[in-house]
């Protein structure tokens, strides 16, 4: 047991491959962005994401704006029964 | 150290002539802790690869609160101990998964691992010793592998893997304890059975 304790003794350091500092440049690079690197595909999905807010936006504004409108005429049709019906000509506010 | 200082100066300038310097000093340390601890050369290259990016991209960090041996040991371990957890738990799952045949693949131990820097005559008894290590607790292998198989100093060891110098000794003791322990059983084993085999033919 003390022979396979004592094996090591001695042990030299093995090498690792020669092209094994190439690969690593190699791999030094891929992570590096170029000066001139434009993300162009992020640059397209940010523009996209941005469109349909945009598009989301502008269709709850049209929604809202056609919404209002027949709450106004039925404000108004509400009110007209109301004059007849109280028998007055004073607006009647529901808000 | 002011050699250091002025190597990672240049480093830190972009300069590649610097940073195959670096390489140069200390690719076999960082290749020779991770090929014992891992005990495959693959492996180990690619641990090498992984240790010096994150050099190359953390060394303008590097304050000088240890020398740059030891940080840089100390990146190879964590490295080293991240890749390990990975293959033991892998491993773990693939033997549950194959208990309840949702796999058909087997995890196999890896053969037995020659060491390149081994002596000839020593290389049988290596096997085995390097094979009883991989079954310690990671802490405990490091502890070997950084006392016995590269030679560094219980304090040097005991900085590289943030503990404390009776903390370091305490692994040394018990990985020890464990080795012998193994040794002790894969003896009695292969004794019993050799000599099983010898009085069956003595019969015959």
């Known amino acids: 047991m003390e022979a396979v304790l004592n094996s090591i003794d001695g042990i030299k350091q093995a090498e690792p491959s020669p092209f094994l500092f190439g690969k690593l440049m190699y791999r030094i690079a891929q992570q590096v962005p170029s000066i001139n690197y434009y993300p162009t595909r992020i640059l397209v999905r940010y523009a996209l994401a941005l469109l349909l807010l945009a598009g989301i936006n502008i269709g709850s504004v049209i929604a809202v704006k056609q919404y209002k409108t027949p709450v106004a005429e039925e404000q108004t049709g509400i009110n007209h029964l109301a004059k007849e019906y109280f028998n007055t000509n004073q607006d009647i506010l529901w808000y | ?204």
């Open chain 2, 1 to 204: 150290m002011q050699h250091d200082e002025h190597l990672i100066a240049r480093v830190i300038t972009g300069e590649e002539a610097a940073f195959r310097e670096l390489y140069g000093v200390f690719s076999k340390n960082v290749y020779n802790t991770a090929l014992s601890l891992l005990q495959h050369q693959e492996e180990a290259e690619d641990i090498t690869q992984e240790v010096f990016i994150e050099i190359h991209r953390s060394l303008k960090t590097f304050t000088f609160q240890s020398s740059l041996q030891t940080w840089i040991y100390s990146i190879t371990v964590h490295t080293c101990y991240a890749h390990l957890k990975k293959q033991r738990s892998q491993k773990r799952f693939a033997f549950i998964t194959s208990l309840f045949g949702l796999s058909d693949k087997l995890e196999h131990d890896k053969p037995h691992f020659e060491h390149p820097g081994v002596v000839l005559e020593n290389k049988e008894h290596a096997s085995v010793l390097f094979k009883a290590l991989s079954k310690l607790p990671i802490p405990q292998q490091t502890a070997f592998t950084l006392v016995k198989i590269e030679g560094l100093s219980y304090r040097e060891a005991a900085q590289v893997m943030s503990v404390t110098e009776s903390a370091l000794e305490s692994l040394m003791s018990r990985a020890l304890k464990n080795l012998r322990s193994w040794l002790s059983e894969y003896y009695k084993i292969n004794f019993d059975t050799g000599a099983g085999n010898l009085s069956f033919w003595l019969l015959m």
